[in-house]
């Protein structure tokens, strides 16, 4: 089986040291993942593997022989590489590039062979590229081009692998077949695939182990799931970010939330509860949240998308059981947080009979001279399923003095201008 | 599926056929203009003749021509076309790859530096009346105009040579640099230069007026060496076309292949230089008309721009001869004067010419 071994690399631009002390190895069968932030090195490691850029340090080894000791032609017989881009900017057509791959196997003064333009035929086809034979590589779309270049990498018959950020162009259902014949070809062929990903996503879905890197250095090495964590993340990327298994694909997926920075925000004065349900209020609890406002919610049913976006968030929910009506005692304890709160903002969630005691908190507010955003981005005609009590609430609501927007891009500018009032308020 | 296969592998033939129809049109070329001149010679005399002088085949012919038309043909008039084929050929196929190696349709065979080398070798010999002669064949200006070639392009390699390393960009801007630099040399000796300034014009222009069999003789083996050994890695640089990292690879051995790609370039240039002055264009122009009627893969191009460009200086030699008789125009002012306008109108009519 073909083995890949990284011996302790450094290399360097000039006298800008951009990897150091690289150490890892692969063996066949073994898709692994690059990982890390832009100028974290994998593009040059990637190089340095295909003997682009010699290390100063250290030795890259292939079944135990040092590449940079290897001729080129033996070397591109067994790896082959797909880079980020390639400028093809004259008139080849798509089955030249890639027989192109073939070179490897063809001596100086010979062309061709009918088992070449076989092979050629047959990678092509494995990366659906075979209509467009005759056309021009300049005339293809990125993404057909992009599989021009994988098939020309097949023609090669690698057993090592190295790509690029090999689907950056293509268009998603292309991702996961061009992912899909990767893993395929990795396992069956035992190849040693190893891929810069910038999605998490798909790294997590495709790859069996990973490297994370960061300014030139491993951060962390090991079985994809040891390596895409929530503090990894964080430690490298400075974001934060939920990692879970996805209940379908059973592989792990991340969900970036927002930049550890931002949660460093000045703090705010002004309290804000938020009623919603549906995942309607989902994404302005995060933005409140990255803004600095103190954000309360309620009531929510468990289950609900609002309730666990807040439960991740860490934002205080009152809580009532999946898919039941909202009982007298979540409707008091709800009523209890918005006293506290400055502000409420009522989102357009669809309303039944199960959640109109919501509603009847939000007149409550107003009845406490709370102030209260109603935001109405879906008329309440379209998410009434109480037959009418709904829609004459919000009537109410209206007679009331409650503030009607009608996105939720308003919210935030009002807020600012409430608390500016405070802030009047309170120093007088 | 058959059908595509079928398809690849007809671009051989196809290619062949190409082949066979530029020697024939070449072999037109040549006795067109063989036969004209002031003394205009028929074209059936004109064959005749030729095929006279050639071993076992010339006794099948029947004297029908006088003695002074075979001298004019055989010893004045066939050996500057010969020389045309030559000169148009090489130049050719060193713009091919100069184009190919650089990535830019701009380049042509000069940029090294070899034009500028090989004038300021002519303009010494020239201006400080250097007699030295090798054999007795070969005359100062030539000599002086090979060896400065050949030493100007060895510089400029040397100055952009980075360790084990030669990246093309600097081998570029080393070039426009030292072209710059020798030209004012050039300059300087031109202002010096009294009545010799006429022949020196005269030959910075480029001509093949004063053609001789020897120098058909010493440049012909020179080119064909230099255009075999380009042709072999023809396929090679096509793949030189996706950019050096890439190139490698696929397998290329891309230092290698730059260096026996500028060696031998850069050796037929400069053979032809020296025997007809500096022609522009040809190397420029040709590769591009070649590459809109052939396509792009360099085992085709090659050939292609070969023989194109053989036929294209043979043409303009014989307009240069015909065209302000009883004097003669430099063939160089020829191939610019049709070169460049048909160059802005490929410019026009594709734009961003592609590699």
């Known amino acids: 089986m073909v083995r890949l071994k990284i011996n302790g690399i450094d290399c360097f631009y000039g006298s800008i040291k951009v990897l150091e002390n690289i150490a890892f190895s692969v063996e066949g069968g073994e898709i692994v993942g690059i990982l890390g932030p832009n100028g974290s090195g994998k593009t040059t490691l990637l190089k340095s593997i295909s003997r682009i850029l010699k290390p100063k340090v250290g030795t890259v080894l292939l079944d135990d022989v040092d590449i940079y000791v290897m001729k080129a032609i033996d070397l591109a017989k067994n790896l082959a590489v797909v880079p980020q881009d ?99 070809l990795c396992k069956e062929r035992k190849l040693i695939i190893l891929a810069v990903f910038h999605d998490f996503n798909l790294a997590a879905r495709y790859c069996d182990s990973a490297i994370l890197l960061n300014e030139g250095r491993i951060v962390f090495i090991g079985p994809i799931d040891t390596v895409l964590t929530d503090e990894n993340i964080e430690k490298v990327f400075h974001i934060n970010a939920i990692v879970k298994r996805h209940p379908i694909t059973n592989s792990l997926y991340v969900v970036p939330l927002c930049t550890s920075e931002l949660k460093s925000v000045q703090p705010r004065a002004l309290k804000v509860h938020m009623i919603s349900g549906g995942g309607t209020g989902a994404s302005l609890m995060r933005i409140l949240l990255e803004h600095g406002y103190k954000i309360s919610a309620g009531v929510l049913n468990v289950l609900d998308t609002d309730y666990e976006v807040a439960c991740t968030l860490g934002i205080p929910v009152v809580s009532d059981a999946p898919f039941s009506s909202i009982t007298e005692e979540a409707h008091k304890a709800n009523l209890n947080k918005i006293v506290n709160a400055n502000v409420v903002i009522l989102s357009d969630a669809p309303f039944g009979r199960g959640n109109l005691k919501n509603l009847g908190a939000a007149m409550m507010a107003l009845e406490k001279g709370i102030t209260t955003i109603v935001v109405e981005e879906k008329p309440i005609q379209e998410r009434d399923f109480t037959g009418g009590y709904a829609q004459a609430s919000y009537m109410e609501l209206r007679r009331r003095g409650a503030i009607f927007v009608e996105s939720y891009d308003q919210i935030l500018p009002i807020l600012e201008e409430l608390e500016d009032k405070q802030e009047i308020v309170r120093k007088v | ?136 064949i070969f005359d100062s200006i030539q000599l002086m105009a090979f060896a400065g070639a050949l030493i100007t392009v060895f510089a400029v390699y040397n100055i952009a040579k980075k360790g084990p390393k030669v990246p093309m960009l600097t081998v570029l801007l080393a070039g426009i640099a030292v072209t710059s630099f020798l030209s004012a040399m050039i300059s300087v000796i031109m202002i010096t230069l009294g009545e010799s300034l006429h022949s020196l014009i005269f030959w910075l222009f480029g001509t093949l007026n004063g053609i001789k069999w020897s120098d058909v003789m010493v440049s012909l083996p020179l080119v064909m060496i230099g255009l075999f050994v380009i042709m072999i890695f023809s396929r090679q640089l096509n793949i030189m076309l996706l950019g050096e990292d890439e190139a490698q690879r696929l397998g290329v051995d891309t230092e290698r292949l730059k260096k026996i790609m500028l060696i031998f370039a850069t050796l037929i240039t400069a053979t032809v230089v020296s025997i007809s002055g500096i022609i522009g264009f040809i190397g420029l122009v040709v590769p591009h008309i070649t590459r809109n009627l052939v396509g792009p893969d360099h085992r085709i191009l090659m050939p292609a721009s070969a023989l194109a460009g053989a036929i294209i200086v043979v043409l303009c030699d014989m307009m240069a001869r015909i065209a302000i008789q009883p004097a003669e125009a430099p063939v160089g002012v020829l191939t610019a004067f049709f070169g460049a306008p048909f160059f802005l109108y490929l410019l026009r009519k594709k734009k961003g010419m592609g590699v």
């Open chain 1, 86 to 184: 390639t400028n093809v900017t004259f008139d080849f057509t798509a089955l030249d590039l890639v027989l192109m791959g073939r070179n490897p196997y063809i001596g100086l003064l010979e062309r061709e062979t009918e088992k070449d333009l076989a092979i050629a035929k047959k990678a092509m086809e494995l990366t659906n590229i075979w209509h467009l034979v005759d056309r021009k590589v300049s005339e293809l779309s990125g993404g057909e081009r992009q599989r021009v270049v994988i098939a020309r990498a097949l023609a090669q018959e690698p057993r090592v692998l190295l790509l690029d950020e090999p689907t950056s162009h293509l268009d998603i259902n292309y991702q996961i077949e061009i992912m899909d014949l990767l893993k395929e």
């Open chain 2, 1 to 136: 599926m058959k059908h595509e296969e079928v398809n690849y592998f007809k671009r051989f033939k196809r290619w062949k056929m190409i082949i066979i129809f530029l020697i024939f049109a070449l072999a037109f070329a040549i006795s067109l203009s063989v036969a004209v001149g002031q003394m205009q010679i028929s074209l059936s005399n004109t064959w005749e003749i030729i095929i006279k002088n050639i071993p076992f085949l010339g006794d099948f012919v029947n004297n029908g021509f006088s003695k002074t038309e075979e001298v004019i043909i055989m010893s004045v008039r066939l050996p500057r076309a010969i020389a045309a084929v030559i000169v148009g050929a090489a130049l050719a196929v060193a713009g091919v790859v100069l184009q190919g190696l650089f990535r830019n349709p701009m380049a042509d065979p000069y940029l090294l530096g070899i034009s500028s080398g090989a004038a300021l070798g002519a303009a010494v010999a020239i201006g400080f009346g250097i007699r030295i002669s090798l054999a007795g």
